[in-house]
């Protein structure tokens, strides 16, 4: 049985060929070969927290996985991460128990992160080259890292927009270090009009970006809404876009970024392509240059199952 | 964060004190004060396998636990353990992962034994002394254990009967070594009708005590009926008894010992006592010494919490 530990499993995990993986994860979910049973959910509300379940298995993949995460919102007053986790790996073919990874939430952070490149990657124009980040926190800094990795023959450069100045510096004096090509944006509505891409990693409640700053051309990753209530763009923006793709349908029309412009029957289940479909040739991606596309990804337990595939075949290999 | 191997962890656990808190967990549950969402599961068929997700959380309580529990009947053609699994114990607090407790299911072994050793403890006539054990796998010399161990002070002799000869033999053998008031039982009528108290713990799918067997006086204790179609105990012993018990009536109604009986309208919700509503005073338990009593027990997620609560209660008291 193997144990790992958060700053173990960061060592393993390539980008490359996580992304790899997770594609094949959404081709998967695309075409039903993958058994995802209802989340499991407890509640704490005592002291704001709760505890999520995802597990599935990938037809045909010999282990299958049980991701816990849990979100704890008192934790920072005081001074303790709010989220917490681990995911486990069992065999499919014995339900031995394989590997437990202590990530502490990395993977997840990881795999939305790359998932958000894989879309990026995947939709925009052949030319582009400015990204506007927009958000400041753990997963604008995981887009940045991703997008580079993903992209490394483009010669990308970032703006990081946030609402705190003080936050915004602190970011891009962090990620400039590792990355030359980060600075910091003054203003979103101007990145916005420049932008290439836009990649939204907020927490919001409400539209950030509006309709009229995103020019033709622009694509638009936003993986921030992952629940009902919370938004990052205008309804009007996402209605209104030539390209709408999604990670997975019935979750994004339930609470992504989609959901209110469904809501508002503005757009149906017929608006939407799943990435899975996109990268098995079953539908089109950007049709073009001009259009406005954006991909709206909620997270789905299967990138996470291939997440820890990734860290338990990594790790194997090493051993060997 | 603590990491426990099943050597450790079976060294930690004390069952009187086990048998405090799992009494507890039976109060908690019938007064309504656990949290606990429906239960995960995942199935292989290609493996006969499944996975059981159960987790929960007692009100008050600084932890709350999540036992993954596979079950894959092809294991035993390869030499290997069917059931397989770990507990997670999490902080309520701050959703921190306390302790990854690797039990390959002995947890669940030993707290199903001092469920039954509880029930039969409370329900039996005073002069009990003969029980027969209707079994011979690892819950039947659990159940011999448990007994004992919370039984103490009562001069208890043991009558174990399998189907197969030699696996009583076996049994008995290994059994005697540590306890030597165990013998085998030749019969299992003659043994039912000498006896003060049966426990059952097969997976039998036809009923194998018979109600003409058991005389006035008799305790029963069924544990081995854990999933719609078991049946170890004849409809009509069930619906003529004096006393039923169960440990959760939803849960008994529909896959324990009783739900046969429950199904032929023989008996309804208002037939059956909970352990807690006994142990809390709240309803009777044994009203005369001739009545006929049976407790069906299958099993509670909140046993599995109160397990890892003492072993993570043991270990820190040990390494402090």
Redesign the interface.
């Known amino acids: ?1 193997i ?1 790992l530990s958060r700053p173990q499993i960061e060592a393993l995990i390539d980008h490359e060929r996580a992304a790899e993986l997770i594609e094949e994860a959404y081709r998967a979910v695309s075409l039903g070969k993958v ?1 995802l ?2 989340v ?5 509300p005592e ?1 704001d ?1 709760d ?1 999520h ?1 995802k ?3 990938v037809e045909g993949d010999p282990v ?1 996985v ?1 991701k ?1 995460a ?3 919102e008192n ?1 920072a007053a ?1 001074g ?1 991460p709010t ?4 995911s ?1 790996v ?1 065999s ?6 394989r590997a ?1 990874l ?1 990530d502490e939430m990395c993977m997840t952070d990881i795999r939305t992160a790359i998932g958000g490149a894989i879309a990026t990657r995947l939709l925009i124009r052949e030319e582009s080259r400015r990204i506007v980040i927009v958000g400041t926190g753990v997963q604008a800094r995981r887009q940045v890292e991703a997008h580079l990795k993903l992209m490394a023959g483009r010669d990308l450069e970032f703006l990081v927009w946030g609402r705190s100045a003080e936050k915004t510096t602190e970011a891009v004096v962090e990620l400039s270090e590792a990355f030359p090509s980060v600075q910091a944006a003054a203003d979103l509505e101007q990145a916005c009009r420049q932008a290439d891409v836009i990649v939204t990693t907020t927490a919001a409640r409400r539209p950030i970006v509006q309709r009229d700053w995103v020019q033709p051309g622009t694509h638009i990753t936003a993986v921030g809404a992952d629940a009902p209530g919370k938004q990052e763009l205008e309804t009007d923006l996402v209605a209104s876009a030539d390209g709408l793709f999604v990670d997975l349908r019935p979750q994004c029309l339930d609470h992504g970024e989609v959901s209110t412009a469904a809501r508002a029957e503005l757009i149906g289940p017929d608006s939407l392509a799943e990435l899975g479909e996109v990268l098995a040739g079953e539908k089109p991606g950007r049709a073009k240059d001009e259009d406005i596309t954006i991909a709206d990804l909620t997270g789905l337990a299967v990138q996470d199952i291939a997440m820890a595939r990734i860290v338990l075949s990594a790790f194997e290999a090493h051993e060997s």
């Open positions: 049985m144990s058994n049973p209802p499991g959910h407890i509640v704490f002291h927290g505890c379940i597990y599935g298995h299958f049980i816990v849990t979100g704890f934790n005081l303790l989220g917490n986790g681990l486990l069992l499919a073919k014995t339900g031995a128990v437990v202590h």
